[in-house]
């Protein structure tokens, strides 16, 4: 807490910010205000509801130091970059960026409030360093409710890709480096996503869904016609690091760019559920990492000679044991 104490203006908030994290890192079975207070001998919840919705501090600043203080402790030159977002339900209408939309905490539509994080994962552990707020169209295109729940008159729509590109270019920005961001099909089929990965010189690993179009040396097809279609002889049994919770089999690759890096699609598949991947091994045009291209996988494809540590690393730390609800969804 004395990292981020200059956050805040006054001794009280700083104080019972303490008293929240305590809290919130408890083992309490269900955490809010009221329960948090409670832990903490308060009588009422109006204090932590205070602290989040009127108390003056920083909260920017406190993100950063979090960021900062994460990063020093679980430095790994080969860590990666988890996106997902995850979803609290909620009652009424009040709540900013609340509505009917699906959320993964239910594992369907609710009313809820959804979240997009951002979280560093290495060899000595993992936690999150970033959010931003999913608000819906149904909010910033109503400036009165906007208003009154306290958003700015600059607040516009962004999609979760949106907001996970905003996280990962703060953490770049601010001199921190990874080998890989992965993430799900909402992010993967995004291709400005891709894009501006690939523009940064970040390799990825990142699912797309059973529709996306991929190309091959026997023409396109959609992903989940694709996956039908690779033999059972064509799949290999990679370990994916050290976590015992998670295999991978590997059905082949495909090469398909060639001026920002690596690019290919890579085809896995987790407990009988196919996963196809578009993956890209980093590096720039200038000063570029040259990776050797071999036979490896499904007969007549290829992936960097490295990827078979590479890859299953990447998305072991996809899904780590302990992650945001919602992190496995959509395998």
């Known amino acids: 807490m004395g990292r981020i104490a200059a956050r805040f203006a006054r001794v009280e908030p700083r ?20 329960t948090i207070a409670e832990r903490a001998g308060e009588s009422s ?18 993100r950063d130091d979090v960021r900062e203080y994460v990063v020093e402790h679980l430095r790994d030159d080969a860590a990666v970059l988890v996106v997902d977002e995850t979803g609290d339900v909620k009652e009424g209408t009040g709540t900013v960026g609340v509505q009917r939309q699906y959320t993964g905490t239910a594992g369907r539509i609710e009313n809820s409030q959804v979240a997009v994080y951002l979280v560093y994962a290495g060899a000595r552990g993992h936690a999150a360093v970033d959010r931003e707020l999913y608000v819906p169209r149904s909010w910033t295109c109503d400036p009165d409710r906007c208003r009154a729940a306290g958003l700015g ?24 480096e990874v080998g890989w961001v992965t ?43 694709l996956a039908r279609k690779v033999p059972k002889r064509a799949w290999q049994k990679l370990s ?10 590997h059905a082949g690759s495909r090469r398909v760019g060639r001026d920002l890096g690596a690019v290919a ?67």
């Not at 994916?240 to 089999?249: I, K």
């Not at 996963?275 to 007549?300: D, K, N, V, Y």
């Not at 992936?303 to 395998?331: C, K, N, Y």
């Open 153 to 176: 008159e600059d607040t516009v729509f962004a999609t979760e890709p949106e907001l996970a590109r905003v996280m990962i270019e703060r953490f770049l920005d601010a001199g921190h």
């Open 240 to 249: 994916a690091g050290r976590s015992a919770h998670l295999r991978l089999d």
């Open 45 to 62: 919840p109006h204090g932590m509801q205070h602290l989040l919705c009127r108390a003056v501090w920083d909260a920017d600043a406190v």
């Open 183 to 225: 993430a799900d099909e909402v992010y993967g089929g995004n291709p400005k996503s891709r894009t501006a990965l690939e523009e940064r010189g970040i390799g990825y690993v990142l699912a797309v869904a059973c529709s996306a179009e991929v190309p091959t040396g026997a023409g396109t097809f959609r992903a989940g016609v």
């Open 265 to 331: 699609w890579a085809l896995l598949a987790r407990d009988h559920s196919r996963l196809l991947c578009s993956l890209h091994a980093g590096g720039r045009q200038e000063g570029a990492r040259h990776h050797r291209w071999s036979a490896w996988g499904a007969r007549g494809t290829g992936l960097p000679a490295e990827t078979p540590q590479i890859l299953p690393s990447a998305v072991d730390r996809r899904f780590p044991p302990l992650r945001p609800e919602g992190a496995l969804r959509g395998l």
């Open 15 to 34: 104080l019972r910010a303490g008293r929240l994290v305590l809290g919130l890192l408890s083992d309490l079975p269900r955490k809010n205000c009221r």
